[in-house]
Each structure stands twice: as structure tokens, then as C-alpha cells.
């Protein structure tokens, strides 16, 4: 991954360059932002500067992810007793190679492991303690990069703590993860935390002017649906299919929460979207759920005159936008959004995805009428 390939970070970009330069790297770095932000695209750069400091050559075999002191570490399930990440490279090669910016979502879905808990367990450390025991390779330095270290079991977080500590000599640790929420405050404490935000809307923009032919309405359309977020900017772009169903569901949805109020008979049929929705893999629901809260920010956007702000409306199946854009105000937007989140919470810890559905459908018919 070059420098250049990254979309925006300019600043972050410049103070990781300097601290090689100037000879200031940390043993221990903690990249914390969303996969989508550039994280690991960011590490991946980051070692490759370093070992191109040492050797010249080095740099297309870190592109490649097949330089021999460059090591990894990513969430697995347990295959045959076994759980190391060594097992599952090619398949994680494969996926970054094709989107260096892809999810832990991503991830799981290309293991098609959604009903399967993915985790860096004890065993992986062990097997990563034993590598960096022996010589580099290169004779030079060594770089162990952690993939989504927010994943890590506590026997595992235990093990790795003790190889914070005393790691061997040339040793290298970089680490990515979302959030510090899932990491020991004792191995934060022993990490250098690199703050990775969200992608700058300019810079997210020329980047898929350069990458798409795309209309200047459809780039604005994505980037304000995306957030920062190339990885979601390109699903966006690459599931018009899949827009289109979230558009019908959520009308259904819709039509059904009005109509309950003055026929019981329609929570039968929420029961039977929400079954439907229950069916999907968990990252689909996940994006149905983002789908869902952006629809409802922007009827409100629309209910209070800020057109300018409002970059997509519904207007498939004879929806009436303006007239739903109504009954979304201040008085239930908080509740909407809120219940959209817990669906979200329930989702992310292996809830019951048809409870968590047909929960979600019902309070919404309550919600829908309360006016300002």
C-alpha cells in the first residue's frame, strides 16, 4: 500500500512519515478508527516505509503481504480444535488484497462464518511468541500487525500483555482496532495510540472522481451517506440492487406502523417483515438498520424546510415523501433512532434476529404518531 493510494489522512500521513525519518517509533502503536477510515491500509503503509528504510527491495513484498518479518494476527473460528490465524492467511490475503479498507463485517461474511464467533485466542499469541523468538529473516526488524486487536479473548489479551512488555529486540507491534472499549487498559497503557478519523467529504469526493465516472449528484449522494467511510462509499456504489430492496422493506415498514393504529390485524404483518429481514446474514440487517437511520434523519431534515441538507428522498411505489416527512419531528426522532441503536446492540452480541425484527416493527407503530 503507497502513500499516495490512501484516501486523504494528508496530516496523518505527514506525522507517521516524520516519526520515521526522525527515527520516533514507538515499539507499540494502537491505530483506533473504523476499517473504512484507511486503519489498516495506513499500518500496512507505515511498515512498508520501515522496511524500505532497511532494504529497498522490500516494498512490493509488503504490498503483496509476503515479506518474510512482516507477521499477522486477525480474528478466526475454532477449525478442527485450532484456532490460529496462520490457517485462514490466504483468505485474508485475498480480502485485502481485493479491499484493503474491508471490515471486520466484511471479514466474517468472506469466511461465510456469520453464525460463528470470530476471535484472536491464546493459542495465536503462542504461535506469534514463537515466531518473533527466532532471527529475522532480513536481519533487520520485525513487524507483527494486529488486525481488529479489539477481538482478543482475555486469555489471549493476558499472553500478549506479557509480550508488550518484554517484546524481542527489533520488534515492531502495530495493532488496529474500532475502539479502545474491548482492550485491556493495561495494554493501552503500554501502546502509543494513533488516532485515525473519519475520511475528510473532500477528500472522500476526489477520491471517486478518480476511481468512478460518476454524476457530481450521485458522488454528493455517497459521500454524505457514507461518512467518511471509503468502505462504505464502495458498497454503496456496488449494491444499487440492494438499495432498492432496503427502499420497498422499509416502505412496508412504513405503511404497516401507520396502519396498525387503526388495524390491529397489520402487527401480522410486521411479524412477516421482520421474519423476512431475520433471514438475512448479519451485515445486511446491520446495513438495513444504518439504512433505516438515514431515511428517518433525512425525513426530518425535510419535515423542518432543510432541503439543501436532504440528498435522498423516496419516491419509489407512490410513497409520498413529503407527507411521511411529517410525522418524523423532535418529538420522536430520539426514540426512532434510539430503538434503530439497541436493534443494532442486540444484532452486534448474536441476538435473536427475528425477536430483535418483530421488536423493532411493533415500536415503531407507536412511535410514528406522536407529534410535537
Known sequence: ??????????????????????????????????????????????????????????????????????????????????????????????????????????????????????????????????????????????????????????AAANKFLKFLEEPPAKTLILLTAETANDILPTILSRTQIVEVPRIGDEDLENYLKKSFQLSEDKIREVVHEAQGDLNEALKILNSGHKSDEFEKLFIQWVRDAFMVKKKPQFLKSIIFWAREIAGWNREKQKNFLNYCSEIFRLALLQNYQSDKLVYKKIDAEGFNWTGFSKFISGANIESILEEINTADLHLTRNGNPKIVWTDLGIKLSRYIHKNS
Open 1 to 154: 500500500m503507497n502513500w499516495e493510494n490512501i484516501a486523504g489522512q494528508e496530516n496523518l500521513k505527514k506525522l507517521l512519515r516524520e516519526s520515521i525519518a526522525e527515527n520516533r517509533v514507538s515499539h507499540a502503536q494502537l491505530f483506533l478508527g473504523k476499517e473504512g477510515y484507511g486503519t489498516f491500509p495506513m499500518v500496512l503503509a507505515y511498515a512498508k516505509e520501515i522496511f524500505s528504510q532497511e532494504n529497498e527491495h522490500a516494498a512490493s513484498k509488503v504490498e503483496h503481504l509476503n515479506h518474510l518479518d512482516l507477521h499477522f494476527s486477525f480474528p478466526v473460528f475454532t477449525d478442527n480444535k485450532n484456532s490460529l490465524s496462520k490457517n485462514k492467511f490466504e483468505d485474508f490475503r485475498e480480502m485485502i488484497m481485493d479491499s484493503p479498507y474491508a471490515s471486520y463485517d466484511d471479514w466474517t461474511a468472506f469466511l461465510e462464518s456469520e453464525n460463528k464467533q470470530l476471535f484472536i485466542s491464546a493459542d495465536e499469541i503462542d504461535d506469534q511468541n514463537q515466531k518473533f523468538s527466532l532471527k529475522s529473516f532480513e536481519g533487520g526488524t520485525k513487524i507483527l500487525i494486529v488486525w481488529r486487536a479489539d477481538k482478543m479473548n482475555i
